[in-house]
Nanobody
Framework: QVQLVESGGGLVQAGGSLRLSCAAS????????MGWFRQVPGKEREFVAA????????YYADSMKGRFTISRDNAKYTVYLQMNSLKPEDTAVYYC??????????????????WGQGTQVTVSS
């Protein structure tokens, strides 16, 4: 069992930066692939980025490449999402998610078993 709590969301101007954190609890965290997704009202949850359990492999949605960076600190049971050059279309609720231990990280929501409650990111123009 893994419990996840996101933080770091807020209001930022276009071109600004935010760093989201996802604090995890549960013994298996260090072996779980982790992902970030986002969702706006009326739309499906969208893949943002993912990282392997070791941190050695990262994956991004095309629109986030070069702007967002996912990382993790297994000793601190935390996953991060550094978001730079933010755009108004990045406005969404951002969720972190944990996949099954030792699996490769995926881009689909069905590949993740545990979810946080989400943190709101609002980018003003």
């Amino acid at each position: 069992q893994v419990q996840l709590v996101e933080s770091g969301g807020g209001l930022v101007q276009a071109g600004g930066s935010l760093r989201l954190s996802c604090a995890a609890s549960g013994r298996t965290f260090s072996t779980c692939p982790m992902g970030w997704f986002r969702q706006v009202p009326g739309k499906e949850r969208e893949f943002v980025a993912a990282i392997s359990w070791s941190g050695g492999h990262t994956y991004y949605a095309d629109s986030m490449k070069g702007r967002f960076t996912i990382s993790r600190d297994n000793a601190k049971y935390t996953v991060y999402l550094q978001m730079n050059s933010l755009k108004p279309e990045d406005t969404a609720v951002y969720y972190c998610a944990a996949g099954r231990p030792l699996r490769l990280p995926g881009r689909g929501t069905h590949e993740y078993d545990y979810w946080g409650q989400g943190t709101q990111v609002t980018v003003s123009s």
